[in-house]
């Protein structure tokens, strides 16, 4: 059997007040197209369609090749939309799934069953339902004396009786390819909207007994749509629950899934550990006995086995194995760190490199950076790696040891085994093994104290 979807998303999305077309909010880190995008792909289609419109050069560069882009100038309405498809499917014949852009929760089994109860039945068009309590703002379904579906009937078209129907449409349907596009181009705009209903194919179906049918097996944890903020948040929340029960049934303890962010597209290995306030974004890998949090946001970085890292933030970084970083440290883009490194409180480490059992334990900075082995950064150390105009480098070479409150002027190097006196402005390249000493020398005056007493 040959598969097809169509994804609607051309929608300006007004009730978001946005700027963005709609369809490109990020909702557990990835658009909602994205998600969409990935269950289709799940349910196994042979070609895919996005049907672009508000926003469709940002919409296509975002889906790249994931889809074929096609545009709907106007937004007359969800039929006119789909129709804007036809071109494409002149030479494909089969099924088509649709679905619109704005239901991010749609699970690829929830597709596979409404193609497997579309064939099944033989049926020309059917369409997923969901029984909500509160139905509002959702295409009602009206079923027939013989509980077979009717018709579909908007929430501004639908009369008092009509509304209290608790069985909506999703906007999600199986149609068979022959003869769709046909049909479509016969529905007229005669509602309150003056759109291009997709829904009223239904009618015309029955109308000439096509066999039409529903399928009603859906959760409305699945097939809630965004129109609004509000929306988009209740859908978020969903969607990190899917995360985070996912994450506990694979092995991750979650001491509080309330207060822990965790996207979709985030790997975390069994035996992980994450403490409330965990805010874990984008490409991050966690691996196993790694605890994080509380309070920390780790974005698209690595952290190797058996990290700590707690009342943190990391950006874009590696963490070896067995690393201790914070409370209260912030690693920035491009940092490297090696095992058993020790990143204590209070710590800013940019663009830098640090070997394995090196520590920076207390209120430092380094920035662009190459920390060797076993380097010691005493308390309060600064790489001084900005002139003003260019960053310039700081290398430590191993087992080093850098005195507290030490000032580190880049470019400079210090090497394997130097030691700096505490409180040094270090301007130029300390050689293997010396001591490097750079500060006003001490002077006591006997008895001062006391005249400046008297
Ligand atoms: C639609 C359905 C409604 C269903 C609901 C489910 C129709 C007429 N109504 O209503 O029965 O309960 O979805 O969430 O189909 N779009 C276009 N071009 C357009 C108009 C819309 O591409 O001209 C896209 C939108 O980007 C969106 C999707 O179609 O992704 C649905 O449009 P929307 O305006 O949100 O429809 P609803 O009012 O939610
Ligand atoms: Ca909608």
């Not at 672009?52 to 560069?61: D, F, L, R, T």
């Not at 002149?90 to 193609?115: A, K, Q």
């Amino acid at each position: 059997m040959r598969l097809a979807a169509v994804i609607l998303a051309a929608g300006k999305g007004t009730r978001m007040k946005s700027a963005l077309p709609k369809v490109l909010h990020k909702v557990g880190g990835k658009p909602m197209l994205g998600h969409v995008l990935d269950a289709v792909v799940r349910a196994g289609v042979q070609k895919k369609v996005v049907v672009a419109g508000y926003g469709g050069e940002e919409v296509k560069s975002y889906v790249g090749d994931l889809a074929q882009v096609v545009y709907q100038e106007q937004q007359l309405g969800t039929a006119h939309a789909l129709l804007q498809a036809k071109d494409l499917f002149t030479d494909f014949s089969g099924h088509l799934l649709v679905v619109c852009g704005d239901t991010p929760l749609i699970t690829s089994d929830t597709l596979s069953m409404l193609v497997r109860e579309h064939i099944d039945n033989k049926a020309a068009a059917t369409v997923l339902t969901a029984f909500v309590d509160d139905p509002t703002g959702y295409g009602r379904i009206i079923r027939n004396d013989y509980g077979g579906l009717s018709r579909i009937v908007e929430q501004k078209d639908a009369s008092a009786e009509e509304l209290q129907v608790k069985e909506i449409n999703t906007g999600v349907y199986c149609f068979a390819l022959s003869g769709l596009f046909e049909t479509l181009q016969q529905i007229r705009p005669a509602n309150a909207q003056g759109e291009y209903y997709l829904t009223d194919i239904i009618e015309i179906y029955n109308r000439r007994n096509l066999k039409v049918a529903v399928c009603s097996g859906a959760d409305i944890n699945e097939v809630m749509g965004v129109n609004n903020r509000r929306q988009l948040a209740a859908v978020g929340k969903v969607l990190r629950d899917r995360v985070l029960n996912r994450l506990m049934d694979e092995g991750v303890t979650v001491i509080d899934p309330q207060s822990t962010y965790v996207d979709s597209t985030v790997i975390i290995e069994p035996d992980a550990v994450l403490y409330p306030g965990s805010i874990i974004e984008g490409s991050t890998k966690i691996a196993s006995q790694a605890v994080i949090g509380p309070n920390t946001r780790i974005v698209d970085s690595t952290v190797a086995q058996g990290c700590q890292i707690q009342y943190s933030v990391v950006l874009n970084s590696e963490i070896g194995s067995g690393c201790s970083v914070g409370p209260y440290a912030y690693i920035r883009p491009g940092t490297k760190l090696g095992a058993d490194v020790k990143i204590g409180d209070f710590v800013e480490v940019k663009n830098s490199v640090v070997g394995k059992k090196s520590k920076i334990p207390h209120l430092s900075y380094i920035g662009d950076a190459v920390i060797g082995v076993g380097v010691n950064v005493g308390a309060g150390t600064i790489t001084c790696n900005y002139d003003g105009v260019n960053k310039h480098i700081t290398e430590i070479e191993d087992a080093a040891f850098i005195g507290s409150n030490t000032n580190l002027v880049a470019p400079v190097k210090v090497g394997s085994g130097a030691v700096i006196g505490a409180g040094s402005t270090i301007t130029k390249d300390v050689p293997q093994g010396a001591l490097g000493l750079a500060r006003g020398k001490q002077v006591n005056k006997e008895g001062w104290a006391r005249k400046k007493g008297k």
